[in-house]
């Protein structure tokens, strides 16, 4: 039987619709409460949630207790177990976590989750990509790639998941620094990784590996292992963040490198490990320079976001002929456009066109940039 | 519909056995060959002191099979549409022809003085295919379609290293044949997969942006995947070759085209055929295949050797291996002949005016589908519904995944149900929920009907009765199949099988 751990953010998306573009911090909640924002998100949950009960047979639901969960699922029909305690009304985001913890060891096969960034970072930075994670979305921002496009997706997919399998990709779990977003300033953050599951256009369902270590995980190797081959000696590589990144860094053996930030490295070796704006710029002084990023899922932000050490400053410097993308096929299947967002419009303007994308050993796309 | 039930052979409620599973110790049919050697000659190492064979009686051999062949579709049982495959019905005659014994008792090692009727038959393929194809010589070397393309990109890489150039990369569109790019890789290049624009012809643009002096060949097949015809093709062959880069011409299937273009008329250098397609070979289950590679004048030199030659004045057809310039042998001896004489009655049979009427049946077949699918509810085109396509047409069934749940696949199944063969699904990738179909000139009206009746009637099914359309087959020998498990557990050969019963 598969086990499926359900939580609902409660209060995640109350921001919205009273302007307030996020609920982070006690004093927003308040304050959408003062404005009279009422709860989305448990609705937006049983919503997902009958859509699952009615496709997916036998199932073993776990969650947490009252509006977190149990209320939500026992009304879309299911016999829940109850984990851990909660002040029912006022829920913080150490709720999520704890309950994140207690989910860990239960053999959960998908962890369902309605909320938004916030919730999923919250989520995310407990259970890493440990199990599966998939969210119902509900909330103001949703800059990560872990979310369903409807809770009716949302269900549909999780049943899929859970009947027949489908194949998992990485996903970034994004978040925006809420107090600049209300400033009306756009600053997204690398927060984490998940592995989420997907249904592909290009494959049948069903014919995949239900493992984090299906073809994503063999995709992001063919094409580390065509970058290292390529390497030359005496040549700086940026490394921007990421799985498909790191998979780089673990062909080459180099041990703990970062995940999120941006790593340099010179004649096989890791040179400098989460190198800020300025020590890229020194190091690539007198030295030639490759730049190596992933584009964020979905978004197709292939500079300016989650990797801004690469800043336009140094991108002048390095060059755009110098710049390779790489990505796995899967996860172009849900990033048909590449992005740029430097901060520099110029610079910007002089990559729109079309660019090369590896997708794997000696294979490349070319996409459009926007 | 017209009715449909695949033969179910039981036995103590299980599918007809395996023939390991019929087996009984001592049973045997009469044996035209000696008694083996009690005890032969070898080393221990290589010796078997049990061979686990089945045995069973003549009788008992000939029924099981029958059996097996009456739970089987084939292209003799109705109509085939796997688009992309032509599977087109294979003329009884060209069988009889390649079962004669001067044609299936020949030694390849023979010399040329005692085949000269088969160097001939290979000599005169060789230059139909150049003539239908506009190019200059023919290999009849390759033994399949994907080994014709590999070939193509060692003449590819031969071309540039003579003229000392180093080009690392191949372009090849997201609407081509599946194993262009393993061609290329395998060939040593890199690939660069090119868009499709909205019209699901090669985007132009991206094309151009795409394309350097760093780019060794273009693999394109026209029409394309979708069944359309690249309509900017002098474009594309003109900014491909102002990069000095080459043009491939994957003629996998020529049933859209024969008689009416030619890939060196549109400008490709290269091209290759699969006999076992167009040419109408039989083909499936892994080959014989052959697929013919043909180039302009300039890469001739290239071609795999021996070629078939012909010395006029003695009258004498001889295996020509001096050719310095050749990339070598690609396949033993000269190719699957069997394929290559079929091939040749296949032409022989039609002849020219011939093919090309099967080319304007075959486009006039899938526009018939295409012009009645267009107008059923369930099916749409993603791409130019509004232009007639070539010899085949790609459908998407995502208005009926979006309304009922029910997806390609699904279609596909229940027409299983109704003695159809099921088109070729989720390929090319570029359409969602795809249903590609190629009906080839051989099928009648009234098989084009029930064709495109039955996929009416899944429609409608979809509607009032989904689960039907998703519980689909039931009148075939087996169900659906539980794929997940299949691809888990996969179990391919009867030692398998053992271990996991035990």
Redesign the interface.
């Known amino acids: 039987m598969r086990k499926l751990a359900l939580l609902v953010n409660p209060i995640a998306g109350m921001g919205g619709r009273v302007g307030l573009k996020g609920t982070d911090g006690p004093e927003a909640l308040e304050k959408a409460r003062e404005l009279g924002a009422k709860p989305i998100a448990p609705d937006r949950a049983v919503e997902a949630l009958k859509i699952l009960k009615e496709e997916a047979r036998d199932l073993e639901v776990i969650t947490y207790p009252s509006e977190m969960g149990e209320e939500e699922t026992q009304e879309a029909g299911f016999n829940p177990q109850i984990l851990g305690e909660i002040k029912p009304g006022e829920t913080t985001a150490e709720d999520t976590k704890s309950a994140a913890r207690d989910f860990l060891d239960q053999n959960i096969d998908l962890f369902l989750f309605a909320g938004g960034d916030g919730t999923a970072r919250d989520i995310v930075s407990v259970i890493n990509t440990e199990i599966p994670i998939l969210g119902v979305p509900t909330g103001v921002k949703m800059h990560s790639a872990v979310f369903a496009n409807t809770p009716e997706d949302a269900g549909k997919l999780a049943a899929r998941f859970l009947s027949e399998g489908l194949p998992l990709r990485e996903a970034e779990v994004m978040d925006v620094n809420e107090e600049a977003f209300r400033q009306d300033e756009l600053d997204t953050e690398l927060m984490g990784f998940a592995q989420t599951p997907y249904e592909s256009k290009l494959i049948q369902a069903g014919k995949l590996p239900t493992a984090p270590t299906g073809y994503e995980k063999a995709d992001q190797e063919s094409i580390a292992q065509f970058i290292v081959g390529s390497m030359e000696d005496n040549r700086l590589y940026i490394i921007g963040p990421g799985t498909t990144t790191r998979a780089i860094k673990e062909e080459l053996g180099i041990e703990d490198p970062t995940l999120l930030g941006v790593d340099l490295i010179k004649d096989r070796g890791l040179l400098v490990k989460d190198a800020r704006e300025e020590q890229i710029l020194q190091e690539a002084e007198d030295t030639p320079a490759t730049i190596i990023v992933s584009p964020i899922g979905k978004q197709g932000f292939i500079l300016g976001r989650g990797n801004q050490q690469i800043s336009p400053k140094v991108i002048r410097k390095i060059g755009k002929d110098n710049i390779i993308i790489i990505a796995t096929p899967t996860k172009l299947e849900s990033t048909p456009k590449l992005k740029v967002d430097t901060g520099d419009p110029e610079l910007d303007e002089e990559f729109q066109g079309h660019i090369p994308v590896i997708v794997g050993f000696g294979l490349r796309r070319t996409l459009p940039v926007t | 519909m017209t009715g449909y039930q695949q033969a179910r052979w039981i036995d103590e409620d299980k599918l007809e056995p395996l023939i390991f599973e019929k087996s009984q110790e001592g049973e045997a049919g009469s044996s035209p060959y000696p008694e083996p050697i009690e005890e032969p000659d070898l080393p221990k190492e290589l010796l078997r002191e049990k061979l686990s064979l089945p045995e069973l009686s003549e009788s008992e051999v000939v029924r099981h099979f029958t059996r097996l062949t009456q739970m089987n579709y084939g292209i003799d049982s109705g109509i085939y549409p796997l688009g992309s495959c032509t599977m087109k019905y294979n003329p009884k005659i060209s069988e009889d022809l390649a079962a004669l014994e001067e044609a299936s008792c020949l030694h390849p090692s023979q010399p040329e003085g005692t085949v000269q009727g088969a160097l001939e038959i290979m000599y005169r393929l060789e230059e139909f295919l150049a003539e239908i194809s506009g190019m200059d010589r023919v290999s009849l070397q390759p033994a399949a379609g994907a080994q014709g393309e590999f070939l193509a990109m060692l003449i590819t890489r031969a071309y540039f290293e003579s003229r000392g150039e180093e080009r690392s990369e191949v372009i090849v569109p997201?609407s081509a044949h599946g194993t262009n790019?393993a061609s290329a890789?395998m060939a040593g290049?890199?690939?660069?997969?090119?868009?499709s624009n909205e019209r699901g012809r090669v985007d132009l643009?991206?094309f151009k942006?795409?394309i350097s002096s760093d780019t060794a060949a273009i693999m394109l097949t026209n029409p394309n995947t979708l069944g359309l015809f690249e309509d900017q093709i002098v474009e594309l062959v003109k900014a491909a070759h102002d990069v000095g880069a080459l043009l491939f011409y994957d003629g996998a299937n020529l049933n859209g085209i024969l008689g009416k273009t030619r890939p060196g008329d549109m400008g490709f250098d290269m091209v290759h055929f699969n006999l076992h397609k167009t040419f109408g070979t039989p083909h499936g289950g892994g080959g014989p295949g052959a697929g013919p590679v043909g180039v302009k004048k300039e890469l001739e030199k290239f071609l795999p050797t021996p070629l078939v030659g012909y010395d006029e004045e003695n009258d004498f057809y001889y295996l020509d291996h001096a050719r310095p310039d050749s990339i070598g042998k690609i396949q033993s001896f000269h190719g699957n002949f069997g394929v290559l004489l079929k091939a040749y009655a296949y032409i022989l049979l039609l002849g020219a005016s011939g093919l090309v009427e099967a080319t304007e049946a075959a486009v006039l077949n899938a526009n018939f589908i295409q012009q009645k699918l267009l107008k059923t509810n369930g099916y749409e085109l993603k791409y130019d519904s509004d232009s007639p396509c070539k010899h085949e047409t790609v459908f998407s069934a995502e208005p009926l995944k979006k309304e009922f749940g029910v997806t390609a696949?699904d279609v596909a199944k229940r027409l299983l149900d109704h003695g159809v063969h099921a088109p070729t699904?989720?390929f090319p990738?570029i359409v969602?929920e795809s249903l590609m179909i190629e009906p080839t000139e051989t099928e009648s009206k009234e098989e084009l009907d029930r064709f495109i009746n039955a996929l009416k009637s899944i429609s409608e099914e979809a509607s009032s009765n989904p689960e039907k359309v998703l519980s689909a087959p039931t009148r075939t020998a087996i169900g659906r199949l539980d794929?997940?498990k299949a691809?888990?557990e996969p179990i391919l050969t009867w030692k398998m099988y053992s271990r996991k019963r035990e």
């Open positions: 997201d790019p890789v290049f890199s690939v660069t997969v090119v868009p643009d991206a942006d795409s696949k699904y989720y990738p969602p794929e997940v691809s888990r």
